[in-house]
Each structure stands twice: as structure tokens, then as C-alpha cells.
């Protein structure tokens, strides 16, 4: 069965732009959530999106936006990018949650902000 | 605050050995630990999984430990292959908090044929 896939792999933008990433889960799998990986604060969670609903919040500024549709596809926004952004965004995907249940993660999304 | 850690940066082990990766976590709320497996420039893959009523899973060469008490988890990989070297994260959720993973630092293994 097709894995979760991320789109765009990798993308430049410039300070101040906007972007979005979007995310397809694993056929079935409800729950979608979102982390940014940097080497100096490691795999960190943004959000997650569960039935078209967010369900938990990471410590992230409200810049960081996100959304899931009705088929699961998901979709992150970042807002007024700062360099401090740049980053592989990685999406994740499991049937109903973490507990007793695996979670699939993407090949990711390289940001460059520049 | 760092809810979970891994502390040792880096592991070197030679092929046919046994791997040891640790963690430690400091949050009595999590029932749920993953270990994950990355390539850089690649997602995370799945390994294996322990839910707080265990304390011991095995799936082929990879066994984790749980000891709720010390609040600590171990990875073991026997026998180590050279294939295994990459960077292993634990990480950790609890049952009301959805699919939330919280993630340690991360140990680069390198195994050495």
C-alpha cells in the first residue's frame, strides 16, 4: 500500500513569503500530524489534525498554520517566513493516534528560507 | 525541558555485536514509546513499539525494555549489521494526547564491519 507522501520535496522561498506543504496519509488513516526536524532542536511536533479537527498544538507561533480536508489530505502553512524556518518538515500519519497504533511518517519537505 | 532524552550522541559497535541505544524520559504521563530509524534527508522508519503494560517486545533482531520505575528504555539490535547504521529516536506519547510523539535527541550508530 502507497506510504504518506509529502509534496514538495524541497523548495526555496524568500524572508517574509509564504508557504504551504501538503501531506497524503496512509488509505484509512485519520490522524495527520505535522513536526519540523532542525539539527539543533531535533524532531519537534506542530500539530495534529484528526477527523478534519485539530486535536493537540505544539509550542509554535501562530505562523504555523495547518488543515485537513475530508479525504485526510493535509495541509501546512507557514506565514511571513523567517530564516530561523528553514527546516525538513515532516509529516506523519496513523489510523486513530499514537497509543497501540504505528505511526508512518513522510519523506518530508526541505524548506530553504533565504 | 527536554521530556525525553537520549544521551549519548553517537554509538559505535562492531558488526555482530550488540547495539545498546537508551532512553530516558521524565514524564510519568507516557504509556506509548516508539523507536524510529532515519537516513538524513529521509523520514523517520518505524521499528518497534512498547506500550507501558509491557516491559519487554521483540520483533526479529530488534528488542526494546521498559522500565517504568527508573522511567528508561533501551533498544537492542543483535546482532548489529552495517545497514543499521544510521540515527535512532525514541520517542514517547501518552493516551490522551492523540498522535503526539515527543522526541529525543537521537543517537547516530555506526556499525563497523
Known amino acids: 500500500k502507497a506510504g504518506v507522501t509529502q509534496t514538495p520535496r524541497y523548495l526555496i522561498k524568500t524572508r517574509g513569503q509564504q508557504v504551504t506543504l501538503s501531506c497524503s496519509p496512509i488509505s484509512g488513516h485519520r490522524s495527520v500530524s505535522w513536526y519540523q526536524q532542525t539539527p539543533g532542536q531535533g524532531l519537534q511536533f506542530l500539530f495534529e489534525y484528526f477527523s478534519e479537527t485539530q486535536r493537540n498544538k505544539g509550542n509554535f507561533p501562530g505562523r504555523f498554520s495547518g488543515r485537513q480536508f475530508s479525504n485526510s489530505r493535509s495541509e501546512m502553512n507557514v506565514s511571513t517566513l523567517e530564516l530561523g524556518d528553514s527546516a525538513l518538515y515532516l509529516c506523519?500519519?496513523?489510523?486513530?493516534?499514537?497509543?497501540?497504533?504505528?505511526?508512518?511518517f513522510g519523506e518530508g519537505s526541505w524548506l530553504t528560507v533565504v | 525541558d527536554q521530556q525525553v532524552k537520549q544521551n549519548s550522541p553517537s554509538l559505535s559497535v562492531q558488526e555482530g555485536r550488540i547495539s545498546i541505544l537508551n532512553c530516558d524520559y521524565t514524564?510519568?504521563?507516557?504509556?506509548?514509546f516508539l523507536w524510529y530509524k532515519k537516513y538524513p534527508a529521509e523520514g523517520p522508519t518505524f521499528l518497534i513499539s512498547i506500550s507501558s503494560i509491557k516491559d519487554k517486545n521483540e520483533d526479529g533482531r530488534f528488542t526494546v525494555f521498559l522500565n517504568k520505575s527508573a522511567k528508561h528504555l533501551s533498544l537492542h539490535i543483535v546482532p548489529s549489521q552495517p545497514g543499521d547504521s544510521a540515527v535512532y529516536f525514541c520517542?514517547?506519547?501518552?493516551?490522551?494526547?492523540?498522535?503526539?510523539?515527543?522526541f529525543g535527541q537521537g543517537t547516530e550508530l555506526s556499525v563497523k564491519p
Open positions: 506523519a500519519s496513523s489510523l486513530m493516534g499514537a497509543f497501540g497504533n504505528t505511526i508512518y
Open positions: 520517542a514517547a506519547s501518552s493516551y490522551n494526547q492523540g498522535g503526539k510523539l515527543i
Open positions: 514524564n510519568s504521563m507516557f504509556d506509548y
